[in-house]
């Protein structure tokens, strides 16, 4: 079994900042991408950040210049860095790591039990 555990929403004003980490644990042979989705009430579930495995990163077009994703392979760990947020950044933020437990078996995704960011004043 795999778990993801995530922490660091919550409340914040416009133009400060979050930190969301997403810890994975259990059955892990190895970890390729690593990423973190967003999904905000009435609408699809959307894309914030990647990594992969070599830490080649992508980024929503609306996030781009204010968030930064990072990981620490050691830890199996992912970080999503919010800066200058807005209140169009409010959504359950949820994160997603594709892996392998074993070497036999096929890269799986598994997500994150999701975690509430609220910009408002």
């Known amino acids: 079994q795999v778990q993801l555990v995530e922490s660091g929403g919550g409340l914040v004003q416009p133009g400060g900042s979050l930190r969301l980490s997403c810890a994975a644990s259990?059955?892990?042979?190895?970890?390729?991408?690593m990423g973190w989705y967003r999904q905000a009430p009435g609408k699809q579930r959307e894309l914030v950040a990647a990594?992969?495995?070599?830490?080649?990163?992508n980024y929503a077009y609306s996030v781009k210049g204010r968030f930064t994703i990072s990981r620490d392979n050691a830890k199996n760990t992912v970080y999503l860095q919010m800066n200058s947020l807005k209140p169009e950044d409010t959504a359950v933020y949820y994160c997603?790591?594709?892996?392998?437990?074993?070497?036999?078996?096929?890269?799986?995704?598994?997500w994150g039990q999701g975690t509430q960011v609220t910009v408002s004043s």
């Open positions: 997603n790591v594709v892996l392998l437990v074993d070497r036999n078996s096929p890269l799986r995704a598994y």
């Open positions: 990594i992969t495995s070599g830490s080649k990163s």
């Open positions: 259990g059955s892990i042979f190895s970890i390729n991408a």
